[in-house]
């Protein structure tokens, strides 16, 4: 519901999510599919698996369901061995996968096992994986977005399990939404799946829960498949933007110096320090240390809230043994990603309700200078 709704949203987004999504499917599995349907009288979309056709049909029931499949996706280092192998677009992987770790590092503290032998019972079908790459390819796309979350259904009841009937909000559920607000609608079931929920505490902190403010740009509604009773089974998005003043936010600096690594290593480290979900940007400077020793200065504008991985990721990536971590406010204007001709584009809307268009040099990186300079004012200029 998620998925269709943000798509249903933000249409230009469409051809990128889909191909990511299919990307981490074996070809038995089926394909990605979009479909305009109805819900309790509501148009919206609805996402998931079309099946191959000797497969059963996933779409004639809730991923509020799947808990009750076999594993037939592996466990949590299969799939994200999987994802970590597929071709996606950039910052896909790093998010997906830390929308799976937050699955996995709860059903972890369920049931008492090692998190890599996790294997999960909400993402046993591969429609739910596909939700998960499908949620990550989303949060890269627009990595700029301020999330927040109106107050959740609660629901009620039991939902069936391998484990047997578990209370609703299943554990999983209730331990990764610690924090957030809950409220009862008077409608019983399972209303929001495991899956769901660690897509937005990827997303969304605790602490930000409530409306935005801004323009409202886009509405998209996605449609689950069960029939509530008197409410539609459906997930409404809001997209707003900020009109004529830039949006406050907070970040994290994270800095260190190397001395002792190589310029192509250092150039694989940036690459893959910029992929790491959470990483803002990335910027390289040379300075002069003792002994008049030449360094490299890495500072990174990381998300607060990804400020452990990615520290982690530094230490990996380097060979630096310390990071300085500072809070820094910051002034932001409203930005959206999209895909043109297959180009990504980042337009900015500034002050005066003018707008600024930018094409992504990475996806120019093919062809001779003179094409690129042709593709780059076609796809910034809006020519055909």
Known sequence: MFVAALLDAQPDLRVRV?????AVLPPDAGQPELVETSNGALRALRFGLKAAPADHDHRDHDHGDTHRHAGDAGSFRDMVGRIRAASLHAGTADHAVAILT???????????????DVHFHEIADWDSLLDVVAAGSIAAALAGARWTVSPLPRGGGLVKTRHGLLPVPAPATAAILTG????????????????????LRHLVDPGAVGGAGGRLDAVGTGAGTRTLPGIPNVLRALVF?????????????????IDDMTGEEIAVAADRLRAVAGVLDLSIGQRLGKKGRAMQSFRLLVQPQAVQSVAERCFAETSTIGLR???ESRLVLPRRLSTTDAIGVKAVRRPGGVQTVKAESDDLDG????ERRHLKHRV?????
């Open 241 to 257: 933007a900020t009109a004529d003043v830039a949006a406050q936010d907070r970040v994290t600096i994270l800095s260190f110096e």
């Open 325 to 327: 971590v500072r809070e």
């Open 367 to 370: 062809e001779t200078l003179a």
């Open 18 to 22: 889909i191909a990511d999504a299919a």
């Open 102 to 116: 937050l699955l996995a590092e709860a059903e972890a503290a369920i049931h008492r096992v090692p998190v890599d």
């Open 380 to 384: 910034e200029h809006g020519e055909g």
């Open 180 to 199: 957030f607000d809950w409220r009862d609608d008077g409608v019983s079931g399972e209303r929001v799946t495991p899956t769901g929920a660690a897509i």
